[in-house]
């Protein structure tokens, strides 16, 4: 095992030679500065120590020159990172024990013993290697947590903000420097949609508690900027060795991305693609509310319209299938021009399409507004210098009678298109 290197920086020729005996005894390596220009041992010092890369320095507080000891010891512990024990008369000591001096074995008071110095010089380098142990194990979490991939807020017991990381600073657009010690609400203003609140300080909640929470589904971060963005995760407690809570852990992510892909598919999934208007799916789902609404209200009446366009196939056959699908989104824009806000329309594929009224007070609302559509599709539509224009054969049906499913509603619907296109273009035709 080698042995460790000590640097004596004493400007007392008899005293340093003493102590450098003495440490030679004990078993370590002894470098000494007693020499020096009286105004040059800080500077000295300074670079003995870049020199030989002690293992620790014992140093005089009152040197002759223009630095003080305590000042070249702050230097070499703070730029060197090397242990420094201070060695002081009892008067000096006592001057400067309040300010400079409160940290164990890190001074020894002249004069001292052998077994004294031994145990100084062990405890402070025994400390050293705890501090650097602490040092790099802190170094090391702060690593794996700036590495992350997701967004980590670590708090106080109190709730207050101790560190954060890179992706943290990036979605909530506060630096750690100016979120440090806030309260954590001020710097993750988070509310919940569903219920338009804003959310609690979640670490104090941890706290208290000692349990992992789950952020709310609907949870959405207000950025220092103003800026909302979906996030989700938790936020758990955390315990030191013994089980104490010594703080929080926020963990968190932008879903924004993920929403907007989620709302886009279930979108995809109940309208259609090419008009945006509902498709079948959706168009079923309101009907059947529209069915168990009339079921609680008597005095609840609704129809429902089927359309054809008359003639498609051949706009199609004879512009081709580009202007045929523009065609049926100029048809989709009249549609919803002719309808209320509580109504709606669909697509059910091709060139058909059906409506649901709802509230009517009899069937002749129903025959009224089909022949409003009717008046409203022979306006033409110009798409790329063609003037074009259509009419529908519509089917109406109302639930004068108990339907039970909206199958038998669309069917009768579809009946009476039928029964329509029979008689001529353009024209209604009443289930019955």
């Known amino acids: 095992m080698f042995s460790r290197k000590i640097l004596v920086v004493e400007d007392e020729k008899i005293l340093a030679s003493n102590i450098r005996k003495s440490l030679q005894k004990l078993g370590y390596s002894v470098s000494e500065i007693t020499n020096a220009q009286i105004t040059k041992y800080g500077e000295e010092t300074i670079k003995k120590v870049a020199e030989i890369h002690p293992n620790l320095v014992l140093i005089d507080i009152c040197l002759a020159g223009e630095i003080d000891g305590i000042h070249v010891g702050e230097i070499i512990q703070n730029q060197f990172h090397v242990p420094v024990i201070y060695l002081t008369e009892s008067l000096q000591y006592k001057r400067l024990h309040k300010n400079h001096l409160s940290e164990?074995?890190?001074?020894?008071?002249?004069?001292?013993?052998?077994?004294?110095?031994?145990?100084?010089?062990?405890?402070?380098?025994?400390?050293?290697?705890?501090k650097k142990i602490l040092h790099e194990e802190k170094h090391r979490l702060g690593a794996i947590i700036n590495s992350m991939g997701c967004a980590v807020i670590v708090t106080y017991p109190n709730g207050s903000i101790q560190i954060m990381n890179p992706i943290a600073e990036l979605i909530t657009g506060w630096k750690q420097s100016e979120a440090f010690g806030k309260d954590l609400v001020e710097v993750v203003n988070l509310v919940d949609k569903d219920g338009e609140e804003t959310i609690k300080n979640l670490a104090i909640h941890v706290i208290e508690t000692?349990?992992?929470?789950?952020?709310?589904?609907?949870?959405?971060?207000?950025?220092?900027?103003?800026?909302?963005?979906?996030?989700?995760?938790?936020?758990?407690?955390?315990?030191?060795?013994?089980?104490?809570?010594?703080?929080?852990?926020?963990?968190?992510?932008?879903?924004?991305?993920?929403?907007?892909?989620?709302?886009?598919?279930?979108?995809?999934?109940?309208?259609?693609?090419?008009?945006?208007?509902?498709?079948?799916?959706?168009?079923?789902?309101?009907?059947?509310?529209?069915?168990?609404?009339?079921?609680?209200?008597?005095?609840?009446?609704?129809?429902?319209?089927?359309?054809?366009?008359?003639?498609?196939?051949?706009?199609?056959?004879?512009?081709?299938?580009?202007?045929?699908?523009?065609?049926?989104?100029?048809?989709?824009?009249?549609?919803?021009?002719?309808?209320?806000?509580?109504?709606?329309?669909?697509?059910?594929?091709?060139?058909?399409?059906?409506?649901?009224?709802?509230?009517?007070?009899?069937?002749?609302?129903?025959?009224?507004?089909?022949?409003?559509?009717?008046?409203?599709?022979?306006?033409?539509?110009?798409?790329?210098?063609?003037?074009?224009?259509?009419?529908?054969?519509?089917?109406?049906?109302?639930?004068?009678?108990?339907?039970?499913?909206?199958?038998?509603?669309?069917?009768?619907?579809?009946?009476?298109?039928y029964q329509a296109k029979r008689q001529e273009k353009g024209t209604y035709a009443i289930f019955n």
């Open 210 to 417: 000692g349990e992992i929470l789950n952020l709310p589904e609907s949870s959405t971060l207000i950025t220092k900027d103003g800026n909302e963005i979906a996030i989700e995760d938790n936020v758990a407690p955390i315990r030191d060795q013994n089980g104490n809570i010594s703080g929080s852990v926020l963990v968190f992510q932008d879903i924004t991305k993920r929403k907007q892909t989620e709302a886009e598919l279930i979108r995809n999934a109940v309208y259609d693609g090419l008009t945006g208007l509902p498709n079948r799916v959706l168009f079923l789902d309101r009907l059947t509310r529209a069915i168990e609404r009339s079921r609680r209200r008597s005095d609840y009446y609704f129809a429902v319209l089927f359309l054809d366009l008359d003639g498609f196939k051949e706009i199609n056959d004879r512009f081709g299938h580009e202007i045929g699908d523009a065609f049926l989104v100029a048809i989709a824009r009249r549609l919803e021009s002719c309808l209320r806000s509580d109504d709606t329309v669909a697509r059910f594929g091709g060139d058909e399409f059906t409506i649901l009224l709802e509230d009517i007070k009899d069937i002749t609302d129903a025959s009224n507004f089909a022949q409003r559509i009717q008046d409203s599709l022979r306006l033409p539509v110009n798409l790329n210098g063609h003037q074009l224009s259509a009419t529908a054969s519509i089917g109406i049906t109302w639930n004068f009678k108990n339907y039970d499913e909206p199958a038998t509603l669309l069917r009768d619907a579809d009946i009476a298109m």
């Open 104 to 130: 164990p074995f890190s001074y020894l008071v002249k004069p001292f013993i052998e077994s004294d110095l031994y145990f100084a010089i062990e405890m402070a380098l025994h400390n050293h290697q705890i």
